[in-house]
């Protein structure tokens, strides 16, 4: 079964602070991933995905990710963290082939402070 | 937001009572989700559909049934509702050609 471990419950940083974001999946085979972005009180945005190709994914908002498949990994970083980027973050990932369902990581909590 | 709505977007109810949650789309995606948003928990899947009358269970469907009889429409029913399916509800289509999921605004329920 597919699972995925975010290693941060709550990360807090100051403004100009850099962002990473560790996410490890378990998934006996090719997959796709997916970063998530929840702000408060809203539902959840599409931050960036990979399916295939470059394993560094720019995304919105000056995000990116680097997939090590060596690692299973997808950490999400930004260089310079704002406050607007105080949210919930959520790594998922699903199998590259059919449409398997989308499992969720449990989530890390960004706090931004001035 | 793009083409899901999600109603009620709040609901109270008591334990016992039969509830549905209803998630409508306007862009005719065959692929439509459920999910629970919980603390400490993520979002974990409760049951999708893969076309009209085809349904198939997530990791906690317990407790919960859907249907779908046109593309436009997943309900979700709690049978009988308990203080543990106080949650916020999420319905999500997957648009295609690997573009990942679009979330309805949620459904906050408490069971009282």
């Known amino acids: 079964a597919q699972s995925v471990s975010q290693h941060n419950h709550h990360v807090i940083l100051s403004e100009a602070a850099s962002l990473e974001l560790g996410c490890n999946y378990s998934?006996?085979?090719?997959?796709?991933l997916f970063w998530y972005v929840q702000y408060p009180g809203q539902h959840l945005q599409l931050l960036l995905k990979?399916?295939?190709?470059?394993?560094l994914v720019k995304g919105i908002k000056g995000f990116e990710a680097e997939f090590i498949k060596s690692k299973f990994s997808f950490n999400l970083r930004k260089p310079s963290v704002q406050w607007s980027d105080t949210a919930e973050y959520f790594c998922?990932?699903?199998?590259?082939?059919?449409?398997?369902?989308?499992?969720f990581g449990k989530g890390t909590r960004l706090s931004v402070i001035a | 937001d793009a083409g899901i709505t999600q109603s009620p977007r709040h609901k109270v109810t008591e334990t016992g009572t039969p509830v549905t949650l209803r998630c409508h789309q306007t862009?005719?995606?065959?692929?439509m989700y459920w999910y629970r948003q919980d603390p400490g928990h993520g979002l974990r899947l409760i049951h999708y559909?893969?076309?009209?009358?085809?349904?198939d269970k997530g990791e906690v469907s317990d407790g919960y049934s859907v249907s779908r009889s046109k593309t436009e429409d997943f309900l979700l029913t709690l049978e009988s509702a308990t203080s543990s399916q106080t949650s916020v509800y999420f319905c999500?289509?997957?648009?295609?050609?690997?573009?990942?999921?679009?979330f309805g605004s949620g459904t906050r329920l408490t069971v009282v």
């Open positions: 998922a990932v699903n199998g590259n082939s059919g449409n398997t369902p989308l499992v």
């Open positions: 998934y006996g085979g090719t997959v796709n």
């Open positions: 990979y399916f295939s190709g470059d394993p």
């Open positions: 862009e005719n995606h065959r692929y």
């Open positions: 559909s893969y076309g009209v009358k085809d349904t």
């Open positions: 999500a289509i997957d648009r295609g050609n690997n573009n990942g999921y679009t």
